[in-house]
């Protein structure tokens, strides 16, 4: 039998299937039916982590072309009526914005072709969380991830050169207290800054009947210090975790970034997303749209498509929709981290949205 390629995920045989239809599901010429849009309300946050913003120096993408709610409400819903069924909101800080219950509200409201209403989801690092999250459950939101990398106050203060784990703890005790599930709590596992705590980041989840994702470092900080020798690997992640639990890989996956193991056989579960030694994008099914109005068909791309200033000029539902299915058409079948070729996206994860 003669061995396939197999190109970043995809198989190389399977490529190209189908064209993006000119109306109806938004599936790219590899087959993968798009489903998810992530919004970015901000490129701004309350943190500074290094492995995503430096502490000096960012260069916040101009007041003039973040995307109003209204802006942001029409591409959802060209989104929707395209086959979009969940979105999720993240940043920068997505509760930095003022305006961010009525953004729930707004999205919350779209539906879908077949009349069911979408699916919304936030990000967040969980400052602010506890105050306004009675106020977004109440406006719509129905799932939360928080981000927290330690337990610790004085490595939490050097890793997002801010002193505020309490507010991130209380945030996270809100979540586990209002009831939204599942509550999924992520973590970037790094060498000799976190890979100490792993277990303890597992038992505070569980604690929490939260699930721990650990997410591998990705060449996606503003400051452009990602080293592959400092990453924590999934491998690496999956032995640590074994010394304290039976792990047992959940069957399933589907298009989520996260591989899943049942801890001691259950119920609770651990996640990776090994977006660099293990990607996952002959599954991908997520589009992203950045606080200025920039469509994007993966977190690497290096190209965008820019929708402001058709936002901002007299136009037709289908000028959105049209640039929606270039967007998806213009998909590549992977990232290209681990290719002796690969350039950085010039914007950091802060002004993509992760
Ligand atoms: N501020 C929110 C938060 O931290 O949850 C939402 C935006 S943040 C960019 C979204 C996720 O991206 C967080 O879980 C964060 O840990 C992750 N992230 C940021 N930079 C990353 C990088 N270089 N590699 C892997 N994950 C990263
Ligand atoms: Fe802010 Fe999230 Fe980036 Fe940390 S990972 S700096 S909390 S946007």
Known sequence: MTAVPVVIGVRADAAPRRQGDASGALVDTFGRVHRDLRISLTDRCSLRCTYCMPEQGNEWLARSSILT?????????VAAAAGITTFRLTGGEPLLRTDIVDVVRRLASLAGPDGRPVELAMTTNGIR???VLPDLMAAGLRRVNISIDTLRRDRFHELTRRDRLPEVLQGIAAAAASGLSPLKLNAVAMRDVNDDELVDLVAFAIAHDAQLRFIEQMPLDAGHTWDRARMVTRDEILATLSTRWDLTAVPGRGGAPAERWTLDGGPHTVGIIASVTAPFCGDCDRLRLTADGQLRNCLFSTTEYDLLPTLRAPHADGDIDRMLRACVRGKLPGHAI????????ARGMNAIGG
């Open 338 to 345: 681990n290719d002796p070729s690969f350039l950085q996206p």
């Open 129 to 131: 969380l506890g105050d």
């Open 69 to 77: 709610v209204d802006e942001i409400v029409e591409v959802a819903r």
